[in-house]
């Protein structure tokens, strides 16, 4: 190596150790400004993903905004309870009673990008003492592509993790516990709250332990044991302002599981999760696919980084030692994460074991459909900090060197170590930003869906098209409810019809027995659509043997109903009086249907055959119905 390239390599060095002690957190505003820019040229012609978000979460949003404090929606299933239609996050609930909802829905995805990468810049910098590593964490953790409806309950992990490390040390003590306000305000309990708690009461449980066995060791030495009370007094105090804005939110839901009645003293009514069936996984490969893949709506794209962490997590070990005291604490923190990591994955596997799934299944209430095994939601968050703790030992003992003298020495400089980061990082990097909704958005820009197949917002909701149905009704939308079949709910309700169909996640048991009865012959046609609604039933929809449990007919679609079993008197008794049809329906007589007439627009994704149930229906149930 000539010295005119080591002394390039030492400026480098001394640059980049600069560069890594300022405050890079305005990188996040540059890189929301790239991201969101598709966004605001598309306007609702954006790309978003519509499984379990447009199609289900955002009615949560927008049916508790236009019902606020009410309990019931009468929009979905008839008239139900809103506690089965309960956002993730409550403190986004007046964005859409003041916006549209597709704005109310951009600010949401626009404060939880900006939230994510500030969060993981500022927990990674407190860790590890390096801006450099905080935004590398913080930029591929904010474009992985969560869903924006669950709130903070994934992106908001480091923001909560920097809140717990301030108090734990004493510092920004009003900024921490905004945050923790914050979070809780905009997570949800049961999807990641609760391990947040968990996770929070063991780090309580394992610092009074700590002070316990120093004070025990300094009256075994005959020293005067000095503790100082101030930590576990602000981490305590965290926790108790999590857990309190916790089950002020989520007070209907606790009362309801607790005593049996919710907050007005009306009785709770048997939800229909009582009827799931958890299924069962071998032990083994749900640890395996958890801890390489992770798990549903908890999207990491970790796979490549598992190597070098474990690589770096044994030359750790082999090379402590020969550590200084901040890359040993940094070291030992990487050790715990892998270890939470592989814990979670492990806990996984046990709740998915068939033992366990066996005893869920035999009892009732809360422990018989709680997800307790959604710690994996931590996941998103959790790999990237730990790659970030498994750089920082080296990074922290690298940066401090005072000149590059030695062959040994260029190999282990900064220059050197960010290349190696950059190429460890590369794969992922790439792998993340072909999964994110900016790569979509761009793609759907210069392509369109023709060539993407990508369902737009506004394609999705076609609001053009629901007007059409809405004249063709020519009816106040709330005198007569719908039911929809081979296409999803969503649209009619977003525009304001009321469906007797739904997709929610705690409905009554009885309206699900109700409606089993207007499907209950095509499901004896079709054993994998009767499993599909009988053991799961969160989507209450018209399946059939024809179209199965598929509710994405467009418009292009070639299918066609015939020799249908529903039974019309028992949807009839459910209110429906309109039936919304992804095929047309080439006996609808034999129905008693009357066809109302087709309908599409150039810019919708669906095409509807409308049709009216002819004969005469009983009055509409009262929406009062537990």
């Not at 390039?8 to 890189?31: N, S």
């Not at 089950?247 to 009362?255: F, G, Y």
């Not at 299918?559 to 459910?574: H, I, N, P, T, W």
Request: include cysteine; charged fraction near 15%; hydrophobic fraction near 45%.
């Amino acid at each position: 190596m000539t010295g005119k390239i080591a002394g390039w390599i030492e400026r480098l060095h001394h640059i980049i150790r600069k560069t890594d002690g300022l405050p890079l957190w305005w990188v996040g505003l540059l890189l929301f400004c790239i991201v969101i820019s598709p966004n605001l040229i598309l306007g609702e012609g954006s790309v978003f993903t519509v499984h379990d978000q447009l199609d289900e979460s955002m009615m949560n949003y927008v049916l508790t905004a236009r019902h606020p404090g009410e309990g019931i929606i009468p929009e979905m299933l008839g008239g139900i309870n809103a506690s089965g239609l309960a956002p993730s996050a409550v403190l986004f609930i007046p964005l859409y009673r003041l916006l549209p909802p597709f704005y109310a829905f951009l600010c949401t995805y626009s404060l939880l990008f900006l939230g994510g990468f500030l969060g993981m810049y500022l927990a990674v910098r407190e860790l590890t003492d390096s801006s450099i590593l905080a935004v590398a964490a913080a930029g591929l953790f904010c474009m992985l592509p969560l869903y924006p409806v669950y709130g903070f309950s994934q992106m908001g992990i480091p923001m909560i993790l920097y809140a717990f490390l301030c108090l734990s040390k004493k510092k920004r003590i009003p900024i921490a516990l905004t945050l923790v306000t914050i979070f809780g305000l905009t997570s949800h309990l049961v999807y990641t709250g609760y391990a947040v708690l968990g996770l929070w009461l063991l780090a309580l449980t394992t610092t009074a332990l700590q002070r316990k066995i120093n004070m025990h060791a300094h009256r075994l030495k005959g020293e005067a044991a000095y503790t100082d009370p101030g930590t576990q007094k602000w981490i305590l105090a965290g926790f108790i302002l999590l857990l309190s804005v916790y089950l002020l939110t989520n007070l209907s839901l606790i009362t309801e599981i607790l005593f049996g009645r919710s907050l007005n003293g009306q009785a709770a009514y048997v939800s229909h999760r009582e009827e799931m069936v958890n299924g069962a996984m071998p032990f083994g490969r749900a640890v395996r696919d958890m801890f390489m893949s992770s798990g549903q709506h908890a999207f990491t794209y970790h796979e490549k980084l598992i190597l070098p962490i474990v690589l770096s997590l044994i030359l750790g070990g082999i090379f402590y030692r020969k550590l200084n005291r901040q890359a040993k604490g940094q070291y030992l923190t990487a050790l715990g994460g892998m270890a939470i990591l592989l814990f979670i994955a492990v806990f996984y596997g046990v709740c998915k074991s068939g033992p366990v799934t066996a005893w869920k299944n035999n009892v009732t209430g809360f422990l018989h459909y709680f997800q307790i095994e959604r710690f994996y939601w931590l996941y998103p968050a959790g790999w990237y900090l730990e790659f970030a703790m498994a750089a920082s030992y080296w990074w922290t003992t690298t940066k401090k060197a005072a000149s590059l003298c030695s062959l040994k020495a260029i190999l282990s400089s900064l220059p050197i170590q960010c290349a190696a980061i950059a190429l460890i990082l590369l794969p992922t990097a790439n792998t993340v930003l072909h999964n994110s909704d900016f790569y979509r958005n761009v793609n759907q820009k210069n392509n369109g869906s023709g060539i993407t197949g990508y369902i737009s917002w506004e394609s999705y909701y076609s609001e053009e098209l629901m007007e059409q149905l809405e004249q063709a009704i020519g009816r106040k939308m709330s005198d007569y409810r719908i039911a929809h079949l081979g296409v999803s709910p969503a649209p009619s309700l977003m525009h304001g019809f009321y469906t007797v169909d739904g997709y929610s996640n705690n409905y009554p048991l009885e309206y699900k027995n109700a409606f089993r009865r207007v499907i209950a012959g095509e499901l004896d046609k079709s054993p994998e659509t009767a499993v599909y609604f009988d053991k799961w039933g969160n989507r209450c929809y018209l399946f059939n043997s024809l179209s199965g449990n598929y509710w994405m007919l467009s418009k292009d679609s070639s299918v066609v109903y015939e020799g249908l079993e529903f039974d019309m008197q028992a949807l009839r008794d459910l209110g429906c009086e309109y039936i919304f049809s992804g095929g047309e329906i080439a006996d609808a007589d034999r129905m008693g249907l009357e066809s109302l007439g087709y309908f599409d627009t150039e810019d919708s994704y669906w095409g509807i055959w409308l049709y009216a149930l002819t004969q005469t229906q009983s009055a509409i149930p009262d929406n009062t119905m537990p």
